[in-house]
C-alpha cells in the first residue's frame, strides 16, 4: 500500500479518475475516426495549458495576459534542438520547457512584485516584445516564414498518449498546488501579500516557484505543439490571440479552480471549431459576452454554475 | 536630426491625448480601461465612416464622434463597470471585463467593416511643407494642434471649473466626497465618459495618419500605458513630457534598430517603466 499525503483525494475518487483516464486511453482502439483523434489530442494539450495558466492566474491571481510568450519560446527551442541539434522528441520538449520557464523568470521575477492590473499590463508588454523579437530573430524561428519539422505519421497517431500524460501530470500538478500545505501558502499570497509575509510565507520564491513551473509547463505544451502540427510560425506561436484564449479558458471555465481550466478549455476548443467553421466573424464577440456574463454573474465561471446547479456551497471548491 | 525631434514633438501630441484617457480614468476610478484601445479603434472607424458617407472632413467629425463616445462612456459606466467591485479586489475583474468589452467592439468592427486596412484620404493627406531642412507635413502639424486644444481644455477643465474641482476631489478620496455631498456616482460616469471620448478622439486623430484595421488600439493602448505610468496619473505636464519621451525614444529608435523591431521599443520601455518606476517619473501626484 502506498501511503498518500493526508491532503490526496480519497481513494474513490482516485480510482474514479484512473478511470476516466484509462478509458481516454483506450479510446482511440474502439474507434479509428482521424478526426475526433486529432480533436482529443489537441483539446488534451489545450488543457494543459490552461491548468499551467491557471497556476499563475488563478491560485496566485496574477492574471498573465502574455503566456504565448513561453508557449512560443518553447515550441521554437525544442523544434530548433529536434531539427539542428537531432536531439530526441522528448529531450526537445524538456529543454524547450526549461528554456520557457528559465525565460519566464527572467522577466517574471521583477514584474511579480507588481500587483493585480500593473502585472497584467506588464505581461501585455512582454507577449508582444517577446513576438516581435522573435519574429525577427530568424536564427531561431525562421522569421516570419517559420519553421518545418517533419513529422512521421506513426508518432503523430502516438502523440495522442504523450497528450494524455501531460494532461494527467498538469492535473495532479494542479491538485498539489492547490490542496497542499504549498497550496494554502499560495493561496495566503493571492488573498494579501503582505499579511503573507507577516506570517512568514515567502512570496517571492513560491511566486517564482509557481512561474517557473507554469513557464515550464507552457514550453513543453509549445514543444508538443510543434512536434504536432508539424509546422509553427512566430505569429501564431507568440500572437496577442494565443495569450487571450489562456485567459478565456481560465475565465470561463473557473478561476483558480482544477476542473475550471479542464472544462473552460473543452468548451474553447468545441466552441473555436464549430464557431470557426460556421460563423468566423462571431467568434471574438461571442467569448467576449461570456466574458462579461462570467466577470458579472458568476465570478467562478462554469465551475461555479455547476455548483450551483448541485447546490453546492461555493467554500467548497473542488 | 531636426527632422526626428520635430517629428518626436508632433507625435507626442497624439500620445498624450490617447494616454490622457486612460490615466483619467485610472485616477478618479482606479480602473485600468482594457476598452480604450478598442474606443481609439472606434474613433477611427468613425471619422472614417463619416468621412465615406457624408463626405465629412476628419478634423470636423471630431465634435460629434466626441460627443457620440462621451454618451457611449457613460451608457457603459451605468450598465457595465458600476457593477464591479472597487478597489485592489476589483482590479482584475474590471480588466478581464473591459478586455471583454473591447473583444465586443473589435468583432462589431469585423462585422461593419471587414478586418481589411483602411485609410482615410482626404485633398491634403499628403500635402507637405519644410522649414530649413526639415519636412513637415500639414497633416501631422494639425494634429498636434488639436491635441495641444485638447490638452489646455482639460486642464482648464481639471483646475478652473467647479466640475474639475469636484472629480479632483473624487480622485483623492470618494468617501469624504460623499461627506460634502458631491455626487459621487455622477462624477464617476462624468469620467468615464470623458475618458471614453478622450479614446475616441485620439482614434479620430490616429486615422488620419496611420492605417486602421479592427486590431488598432492595442499598441496605442500599451503606448498610453507608458505613457500615463511614466507621467504619474492625470497631471497634464507630466502627461505631456511622458508622451514626449516616449516618442522620442521611438523616433531615436529607428537610428539604432532595424526599423521591425521598432515597434517593440514601446513595449520593452512599458516593462521597465512598471518594474523601475512603478509611481511615475514624478513620484504619484493626484489630478491637476
New interface residues.
Given amino acids: 500500500m502506498i501511503s498518500l499525503p493526508p491532503w490526496a483525494p480519497r481513494r474513490i475518487y482516485l480510482a474514479g479518475f484512473a478511470i476516466v483516464v484509462a478509458l481516454i486511453a483506450l479510446l482511440p482502439f474502439i474507434h479509428d475516426n482521424y478526426y475526433w483523434h486529432n480533436q482529443i489530442t489537441f483539446t488534451l494539450l489545450i488543457v494543459t495549458a490552461a491548468l499551467a495558466w491557471n497556476w499563475l492566474g488563478g491560485l496566485l491571481g496574477q492574471v498573465s495576459f502574455g503566456h504565448a510568450a513561453m508557449f512560443g519560446v518553447g515550441g521554437f527551442v525544442a523544434a530548433r534542438l529536434q531539427m539542428s541539434a537531432h536531439f530526441p522528441m522528448l529531450i526537445g520538449w524538456l529543454g524547450g520547457g526549461v528554456i520557457a520557464g528559465s525565460y519566464a523568470l527572467i522577466w517574471g521575477h521583477p514584474t511579480l512584485r507588481l500587483r493585480g492590473p500593473y502585472f497584467s499590463i506588464a505581461t501585455i508588454g512582454v507577449g508582444e516584445a517577446t513576438r516581435l523579437i522573435c519574429t525577427y530573430w530568424s536564427w531561431l524561428t525562421g522569421g516570419s516564414s517559420g519553421l518545418s519539422i517533419p513529422v512521421d505519421i506513426d508518432l503523430k497517431h502516438q502523440l495522442y498518449w504523450y497528450a494524455l500524460g501531460l494532461a494527467v501530470l498538469a492535473l495532479m500538478a494542479s491538485y498539489a498546488l492547490r490542496k497542499s500545505p504549498l497550496g494554502l501558502s499560495l493561496l495566503a499570497i493571492k488573498s494579501d501579500v503582505d499579511a503573507a509575509a507577516d506570517v512568514g510565507v515567502s512570496s517571492s520564491r513560491l511566486q517564482d516557484l509557481v512561474l517557473f513551473l507554469s513557464g515550464l509547463t507552457m514550453g513543453i505544451c509549445g514543444g508538443f505543439y510543434a512536434s504536432y502540427a508539424g509546422f509553427i510560425e512566430p505569429v501564431d506561436m507568440f500572437g496577442f490571440d494565443r495569450s487571450i484564449s489562456f485567459v478565456l479558458m481560465g475565465v470561463i471555465g473557473g478561476i483558480g479552480t482544477i476542473a475550471g481550466p479542464v472544462l473552460g478549455a473543452m468548451v474553447f476548443v468545441v466552441l473555436k471549431e464549430s464557431l470557426l467553421a460556421y460563423y468566423p466573424q462571431l467568434y471574438l464577440g461571442l467569448f467576449g459576452i461570456s466574458l462579461i456574463l462570467v466577470i458579472l454573474f458568476e465570478p467562478l465561471g462554469l465551475v461555479g454554475l455547476g455548483m450551483r446547479v448541485l447546490r453546492k456551497p461555493i467554500g467548497e471548491r473542488p | 536630426m531636426i527632422d526626428l525631434f520635430v517629428s518626436a514633438i508632433l507625435l507626442a501630441g497624439l500620445y498624450a491625448t490617447m494616454a490622457y484617457g486612460l490615466g483619467l480614468i485610472y485616477g478618479v476610478l482606479r480602473i485600468?480601461n482594457l476598452g480604450h484601445g478598442g474606443m481609439i479603434m472606434v474613433g477611427a472607424y468613425a471619422a472614417f465612416w463619416l468621412h465615406e458617407r457624408l463626405g465629412l472632413d476628419p478634423y470636423l467629425s471630431i465634435l460629434p464622434v466626441a460627443v457620440a463616445a462621451f454618451f457611449f462612456g457613460i451608457g457603459m459606466y451605468k450598465l457595465?463597470v458600476k457593477?464591479?467591485p472597487r478597489g485592489?479586489a476589483g482590479?482584475?475583474?474590471?480588466?478581464?471585463?473591459l478586455?471583454?468589452?473591447?473583444?465586443?467592439l473589435?468583432?462589431?468592427a469585423?462585422?461593419l467593416f471587414t478586418g481589411n486596412d483602411q485609410t482615410i484620404r482626404t485633398s491634403y493627406s499628403t500635402h507637405s511643407f519644410h522649414i530649413g531642412s526639415a519636412y513637415l507635413s500639414w497633416n501631422r502639424l494639425a494634429v498636434f494642434a488639436v491635441a495641444l486644444v485638447i490638452l489646455a481644455g482639460l486642464h482648464f477643465l481639471l483646475t478652473r471649473t467647479y466640475l474639475g474641482k469636484a472629480i479632483r476631489a473624487v480622485a483623492q478620496n470618494p468617501d469624504s466626497c460623499t461627506l460634502v455631498g458631491i455626487p459621487v456616482e455622477q462624477v464617476y460616469s462624468f469620467t468615464f465618459g470623458l475618458g471614453t471620448a478622450l479614446a475616441a478622439v485620439a482614434g479620430v486623430l490616429g486615422a488620419t495618419l496611420f492605417s486602421f484595421n479592427p486590431g488598432f488600439g492595442?499598441?496605442e493602448l500599451?503606448k498610453s500605458?507608458v505613457v500615463v505610468v511614466l507621467g504619474g496619473l492625470g497631471s497634464v505636464a507630466g502627461t505631456a513630457i511622458a508622451a514626449l519621451i516616449l516618442a522620442s525614444v521611438e523616433v531615436f529608435a529607428i537610428l539604432l534598430l532595424?526599423s521591425?523591431?521598432t515597434?517593440?521599443v514601446g513595449?520593452?520601455l512599458?516593462?521597465l517603466v512598471?518594474?523601475l518606476r512603478?509611481g511615475g517619473l514624478f513620484g504619484q501626484r493626484v489630478l491637476g
Fill in positions: 485600468v457595465l457593477r464591479l485592489a482590479g482584475v475583474q474590471s480588466l478581464l471585463l478586455f471583454a468589452v473591447w473583444l465586443l473589435r468583432n462589431a469585423y462585422l492595442a499598441t500599451l500605458f532595424p521591425y523591431l515597434a517593440a513595449f520593452v512599458l516593462v512598471l518594474v512603478p
